[in-house]
C-alpha cells in the first residue's frame, strides 16, 4: 500500500464554509466567486490552511474566466484563472478563490512553475483551475465573464461539441444560407425545402412523358 503523501491540495477556508452553510439555507444567497489570484508562497511551497484569510505573498490578480460544473463529478465546481501572455516576471506556487466580496473561499498550492514576460523572450498564456468540492453545485454562481473571457482549447471544443449536437441551427430562406429540409415530393410549392435526387429524376421523368405515378 502507498505512502505516499498529498504534496498539493486545495481546501476551502473557514469563510469559505460558513458562506457556502449560509448559502445552502433556504433563504440563502448562492456565493458568486469573481476573482482569482496567484501567489510566490513567499519563495517556497506553501501548505494549504483552512484559516487563512489571503496567499501567502499574492503576485498577481483577476477576474474569473469562468466558473462551471465538473462534468464527471457532480458536486465539484471548478474554478477557471487565465494570465495572458503579456503577464508575467514570477513564479507561481499557491493559487486563491475569492467570492465578490474579497473573501477568500478556497485556497491551494501547486507546482511551482515561472510565468515568463514577454520582455524576457517568451510569452505564453498559462491556465490554472481550481476544483471545489461543495455539498451543493447550487451553492455557488455559476458564470462566464464574456466581456473578460479568454478561450481557452478545452473552452472551444467544449463550446463546438455543444453546437455539433444541438438542434439550434438557422434555416436556410431565399435570402439567407442555412439548413434545409429534403423532401421527396413532385407537387410541392415550398421554397423552404430542397428536392432529393428521387424527386428531380421524377421531375425530369415527367418532363420527357417517362412518369408513372408511385
Do not use: C
Amino acid at each position: 500500500m502507498s505512502t505516499t503523501t498529498r504534496k498539493f491540495k486545495t481546501v476551502i477556508t473557514d469563510t469559505g464554509a460558513k458562506k457556502l452553510a449560509q448559502a445552502a439555507a433556504p433563504d440563502g444567497k448562492p456565493v458568486r466567486l469573481t476573482h482569482m489570484a496567484v501567489g510566490d508562497g513567499g519563495g517556497t511551497l506553501p501548505t494549504p490552511d483552512s484559516k487563512q484569510t489571503r496567499l501567502v505573498h499574492e503576485v498577481w490578480r483577476h477576474t474569473v474566466n469562468r466558473v462551471i460544473l465538473d462534468a464527471t463529478h457532480q458536486n465539484r465546481i471548478i474554478a477557471e484563472l487565465v494570465i495572458p501572455p503579456e503577464t508575467g516576471g514570477f513564479w507561481i506556487r499557491e493559487i486563491g478563490v475569492f467570492d465578490e466580496h474579497g473573501d477568500l473561499i478556497a485556497v491551494g498550492n501547486t507546482a511551482e512553475s515561472y510565468k515568463p514576460a514577454v520582455a524576457e523572450g517568451s510569452g505564453r498564456a498559462q491556465t490554472f483551475r481550481t476544483i471545489l468540492t461543495v455539498s451543493s453545485t447550487a451553492t455557488v454562481v455559476l458564470t462566464v465573464d464574456n466581456t473578460m473571457v479568454m478561450a481557452t482549447v478545452d473552452y472551444v471544443d467544449d463550446k463546438l461539441k455543444e453546437h455539433e449536437q444541438s438542434r439550434r441551427h438557422p434555416d436556410a430562406s431565399l435570402t439567407a444560407k442555412g439548413f434545409v429540409q429534403l423532401s421527396s415530393a413532385t407537387n410541392s410549392v415550398s421554397e423552404t425545402q430542397a428536392a432529393t435526387p428521387k424527386a428531380v429524376k421524377a421531375a425530369y421523368d415527367l418532363a420527357n412523358g417517362k412518369y408513372t405515378a408511385q
